[in-house]
């Protein structure tokens, strides 16, 4: 879990949206309303204004029952300045509460995960990107 995390987070950094697009199952969804489609073109239109944009996060509590598994750690954003990462850094930097990325195993193969969902309760989006 930890290794497809953080392979997820590099993907979203060096912006390679088709490595992206595999770690996302055909059923994600999260509270902010976003379907697997919707939320790789949010996260296309965002990045598009980010330079250099790392994500950090603590060391994650990681729970695997059987086929589904949740990831949780608070995740921290630094980059280099700029208005767009500025606006992203302190939108995300300021959460108190950690993300939840859950996954699930697609099929026997140890490294078949999905991203099936994220959520933070303390993340309020801008109109727009709901």
């Known amino acids: ?23 996302i199952g055909n059923d994600y969804s999260d509270p902010w309303n976003h379907d697997r489609t919707k939320v790789i073109e949010r996260m296309r239109e965002v990045m598009r204004y980010l330079r250099g ?28 300045a700029g208005e767009a990462t500025a606006l992203v850094k302190e939108r995300i930097n300021s959460l108190s509460a950690p993300f939840e990325l859950q996954w699930r195993r697609d099929s026997g193969r140890p490294w078949d995960w999905k991203l099936v969902r994220v959520s933070n309760p303390e993340l309020q989006l801008p109109s727009g990107f709901e």
Do not use: Y
């Open 53 to 80: 944009m790392r994500i950090v996060t603590e060391e994650p509590l990681i729970n695997i029952e059987n086929r589904n598994a949740v990831w949780m750690a608070k995740i921290t954003i630094e980059g280099d």
């Open 1 to 23: 879990m930890r290794r497809h995390t953080q392979k997820l987070f590099h993907q979203v950094e060096a912006k390679n949206w088709s490595a992206v697009s595999d770690l």
